[in-house]
């Protein structure tokens, strides 16, 4: 049974920095892809970044720069460092994991078997 358990979420002012962590079970972490995505209020989810199982990653650009994802596969986590946070940061994000044997990073959403519960960041102005 496929599990995680994200942490991390919460509320800052715009300027600060927040970091989320997605601890995985259940299946083979070091081989999967990881990606975190978000879903700001009122509008559909869209992709943030992804790590491959090679540590490969990329990132939309509105986040590049401000936002840098790693993992930690002794640990099954994928780990989401949020800095310079904006108010259009404010979403719900989740982690995601797939089974698609792949060296790159995936950016599409239907490449994901796997989904966390989502954690909300808020940001303040």
């Known amino acids: 049974q496929v599990q995680f358990v994200e942490l991390g979420g919460g509320s800052v002012q715009a300027g600060g920095s927040l970091r989320l962590s997605c601890t995985a079970s259940?299946?083979?972490?070091?081989?999967?892809?990881m990606a975190w995505f978000r879903q700001p209020p009122g509008k559909e989810r869209e992709f943030v970044c992804a790590v491959s199982r090679t540590f490969a990653t990329d990132y939309a650009n509105s986040v590049k720069g401000r936002f840098t994802i790693s993992r930690d596969n002794a640990k099954n986590t994928v780990y989401l460092q949020m800095n310079s946070l904006k108010p259009h940061d404010t979403a719900v994000y989740f982690c995601?994991?797939?089974?698609?044997?792949?060296?790159?990073?995936?950016?599409?959403?239907?490449?994901?078997?796997?989904w966390g519960q989502g954690t909300q960041v808020t940001v303040s102005s």
């Open positions: 259940g299946f083979t972490f070091s081989r999967s892809p």
């Open positions: 995601a994991g797939s089974r698609f044997d792949s060296v790159l990073p995936l950016v599409a959403e239907l490449s994901y078997d796997y």
